[in-house]
């Protein structure tokens, strides 16, 4: 079973459009995270949710917004795509937050043209 | 998170022990020390984490100095599909990962 999984695995679209990254985990989970990593391979955290909760909210442009509609599930809208954009983004999961052991998705990439 | 520093890469021969080290001097008492890795392409994947004592589990061992400011995550036997960047994380009480350039282990046949 998977334990956290993304849809799409790929997403190619044009500049402009408005895309979503599904995200479910299946742990019984309290946290979700979405995190970024580009093209020089650096992962960076965008947000958090505790029970639905935004806890973290890393200077993210507000083109992209999380949406937790239950704790196993964070969704990551893009409004008004851009080129740089373009990356892999990886949502994860820990039983509560601080400190716990987190696990990642798959990975969805993004390719902005 | 306490700063960390890993050299940016390594090899080692497949069947070997691959001891991947860490320093993390600004660590305070209450910070564990995590170790994930990210195989090309994939999610980045928990190994193992600590605070003071050395622990083990069935992917990798980490020994832990006694003063805390370093800590390396060993491989018993490293193979082929344990090529991949690991990183060495010391999050304090706090829901996200830094994660820095980490280290690019090579496994040569």
């Known amino acids: 079973d998977t334990a956290v999984s993304q849809t799409p695995k790929y997403l190619v679209t044009q500049m402009g459009n408005d895309k979503s990254i599904k995200c479910e985990q299946n742990l019984g989970h309290d946290t979700m995270y979405w995190y970024k990593q580009d093209s020089k391979k650096f992962l960076k955290i965008m947000f958090s949710y505790n029970n639905k909760e935004l806890i973290i909210n890393e200077t993210v442009p507000n083109r992209f917004s999380p949406k937790s509609p239950d704790k196993a599930h964070l969704n990551l809208h893009i409004n008004s795509l851009e080129l740089g954009d373009s990356a892999v983004y990886f949502c994860?999961?820990?039983?509560?937050?601080?400190?716990?052991?987190?696990?990642f998705g798959p990975g969805t990439r993004l390719t902005v043209l | 998170d306490a700063k960390t520093t890993q050299p940016p890469s390594m090899d080692c021969a497949e069947g070997r022990a691959a001891n991947l080290p860490c320093n993390h001097s600004?660590?305070?008492?209450?910070?564990?020390v995590y170790w994930y890795r990210q195989i090309h392409s994939q999610g980045p994947q928990y190994i193992i984490h600590g605070l003071k004592n050395n622990e083990t589990n069935e992917m990798a061992s980490l020994i832990i100095t006694e003063d805390r400011k370093s800590s390396t995550l060993i491989l018993p036997h490293a193979t082929l599909r344990d090529t991949a960047v690991y990183y060495c994380i010391a999050p304090l009480g706090d829901y996200k990962l830094s994660f820095g350039a980490g280290t690019t282990v090579t496994v040569r046949a």
């Open positions: 994860a999961s820990s039983l509560a937050g601080s400190g716990d052991t987190q696990y």
């Open positions: 600004t660590i305070s008492g209450n910070e564990y």
